[in-house]
């Protein structure tokens, strides 16, 4: 290729016009359509929406040969043939879903040049037969979507994705790109290393969405709560309800259904026809309410999704930020919004006890859980505290709860010391309910079984609710100065964090509880 610089630039924006129909490129798409078409390698991180496609469609189509997109999303490849070819490119993939002779012609249009882009899935890309077909083939680059799969501390692993390396050692000269929404730095960073990317330029757009509001809410009946949110924000719109398990995703579809909200569920127990049938409507329809677990979502592209909800604690930030960057595609007015207790985070930290992991992995995990806590818990800007963990520097939005209306907090000292003391007293043996009644001041059988009644410290916390006492545990949690042991019937246990605070040599700000109100619908003007 002779291109000068100012050449390819040219017909670069020729292809986005007269192929794609859009009159300019949107943040860096020019500049990383220019650096691989010009043959160099590049690792795009742009959030979800972004325009990752264009990346690599137009570098394909000014280069000679056929560009190779591997993606773990079989699923969507006929979607994503479908529209190309639409506009003129031709476009094919190979998987496992179609037929021998079907994958034969596919392969005879690729060798012979005939074709300008061909999907494969990376198991398929890793078959002798596939690797010997590039082989024989003109390749004008390898896009690998979804990079992040590459990553084992990642929710979205895949163990094929490691193989990629191969491609650097067996195509050299071919450039690749490899893209992500996911862009957290220990991604990024394993990406880079496990794809041998580390010469590639590195493409680093900004994550916020700034149409979408974020808001999280402490739970108290989390259905109800779910139900006046969309009643009262979103009559009528479009969006997504995030629970954990099944049976969750089943029970809350129902309850919507009940309660005059047109509501499916996806979880990936169902049956896959009622799956894809689910999913097809979800993407056709207007005002209508997906309920599901993460199994829903990747490369879901509906653009006006109005909200995306969680009714339980995502595992990380990373989670969070990919499910919650469904709402408001369409770069309309969007909510985010979550519901989250102190069940909540006893959950997900007896889910990383009890899980098989080694103990490396579960501290990756544990920090991952306690940064989306951080997330939950903070006095500040919601969306300064995301763009932070992504290692984007921001000031306060304007478009998050805790900007609109600023949380209270308040010098938690002294209700966590009595807190602490109680757990101690009680000899780090009993679970948070029977503290707080203790801390409350309760008569029950129990706390009269135990003489806890005879404890300096009982009823020493009669001056707050038993919700407000559960925010603080919550907190003290969150905060990592109070461990629940599962392995002993969920008895609260003091870390060598809380030594300070009882002693009152280290302070405690917390969150005053407040009581859930009635949502009132946002202003859409920012
Ligand atoms: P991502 O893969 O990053 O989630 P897509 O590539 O699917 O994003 O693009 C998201 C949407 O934005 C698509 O509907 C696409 O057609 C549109 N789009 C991308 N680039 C441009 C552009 N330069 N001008 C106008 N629309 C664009
Ligand atoms: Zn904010």
Same mark, same amino acid.
């Given at each position: ?59 394909? =189509? ?76 003109? &390749? ?23 193989? =990629? ?44 969405r700034?149409n979408i509001r974020y808001s999280i809410v402490e739970k108290a009946n989390g259905r109800k709560q779910l139900l006046d949110f969309i009643a009262g924000e979103h009559s009528?719109d479009s969006g997504i309800v995030y629970c954990l ?7 809350t579809?129902?309850?919507l259904?009940?309660?005059?909200i047109?509501a ?25 309410v997906m309920v599901a677990?993460?199994?829903?979502g ?7 999704v109005r909200f995306v909800c969680h009714l339980d604690l995502p595992?990380? &930030?990373?989670g969070y930020y990919q499910e919650t960057g469904r709402a408001g595609?369409?770069?309309?007015p969007a909510s985010a919004w979550m519901a989250y207790g102190?069940?909540d ?27 989306m806590?951080?997330l939950c818990?903070t006095?500040?800007?919601r969306r300064?505290?995301l ?10 939005c304007?478009n998050c709860d805790t900007c609109l209306i600023?949380p ?83 008895? =609260? ?21 407040q009581?859930p109100v009635k949502a009132k619908r946002p202003?859409t003007?920012?």
């Amino acid at each position: 290729v002779t291109d000068t610089g100012a050449d390819l630039s040219a017909r670069a924006l020729h292809v986005l016009e007269t192929v794609f129909g859009y009159p300019a490129f949107r943040g860096q798409q020019g500049e990383i359509v220019e650096h691989v078409a010009s043959g160099g390698d590049a690792l795009v991180l742009m959030p979800t929406g972004g325009g990752k496609s264009l990346c690599y469609q137009i570098p394909a =189509l000014l280069r000679d040969g056929v560009g190779v997109v591997i993606s773990p999303l079989i699923a969507l490849m006929q979607d994503q043939v479908d529209a190309l070819e639409e506009v003129g490119v031709r476009a094919a993939f190979l998987n496992s879903t179609q037929t021998f002779e079907e994958a034969m012609r596919i392969e005879r249009l690729v060798r012979t040049g005939e074709i300008d882009l061909v999907y494969v899935a990376p198991e398929r890309l890793m078959t002798q037969r596939c690797l010997e077909l590039f082989d024989a083939s003109k &390749i004008s680059l390898f896009a690998i979507d979804e990079a992040h799969c590459v990553s084992q501390w990642g929710h979205d692993f895949r163990p094929e994705y490691i193989r =990629l390396s191969i491609l650097h050692e067996r195509f050299p000269n071919v450039p690749r790109i490899a893209l992500t929404a996911t862009a957290d730095q220990q991604t990024r960073a394993e990406i880079a290393l496990r794809l041998q990317l580390g010469e590639a330029r590195q493409f680093v757009s900004s994550f916020d969405r700034p149409n979408i509001r974020y808001s999280i809410v402490e739970k108290a009946n989390g259905r109800k709560q779910l139900l006046d949110f969309i009643a009262g924000e979103h009559s009528g719109d479009s969006g997504i309800v995030y629970c954990l398990s099944r049976k969750k995703v089943e029970e809350t579809a129902d309850f919507l259904n009940e309660n005059g909200i047109r509501a499916m569920a996806y979880h990936a127990g169902m049956e896959y026809a009622v799956r894809a049938k689910n999913q097809a409507r979800f993407l056709r329809e207007e005002n209508i309410v997906m309920v599901a677990t993460i199994a829903f979502g990747m490369g879901i592209d509906k653009p006006d999704v109005r909200f995306v909800c969680h009714l339980d604690l995502p595992k990380s &930030i990373e989670g969070y930020y990919q499910e919650t960057g469904r709402a408001g595609r369409d770069g309309g007015p969007a909510s985010a919004w979550m519901a989250y207790g102190l069940q909540d985070v006893v959950l997900q930290r007896r889910m990383i006890d009890e899980s098989e992991a080694d103990e490396t992995f579960k501290r990756v995990l544990s920090m991952k859980l306690d940064a989306m806590l951080g997330l939950c818990e903070t006095l500040s800007c919601r969306r300064m505290r995301l763009l932070d963990y992504f290692g984007e520097r921001s000031g306060p939005c304007g478009n998050c709860d805790t900007c609109l209306i600023p949380p209270v907090s308040f010098d938690g000292s002294v209700p966590v010391q009595k807190l602490l003391s109680t757990i101690y007293r009680v000899d780090q043996r009993f679970a948070g309910g029977h503290v707080i009644d203790v801390l409350r001041g309760a008569t029950t059988e129990r706390i009269t079984q135990w003489h806890h009644d005879k404890l300096t410290v009982y009823g020493v916390g009669a001056d707050r609710s038993e919700q407000e006492w559960r925010a603080i545990l919550r907190q003290a949690i969150a905060l990592g100065l109070v461990t629940v042991d599962h392995d002993a019937f969920s008895s =609260l246990k003091l870390t060598d964090a809380a030594r300070p605070v009882l002693k009152g040599e280290q302070t405690v700000q917390l969150r005053q509880y407040q009581k859930p109100v009635k949502a009132k619908r946002p202003s859409t003007s920012r």
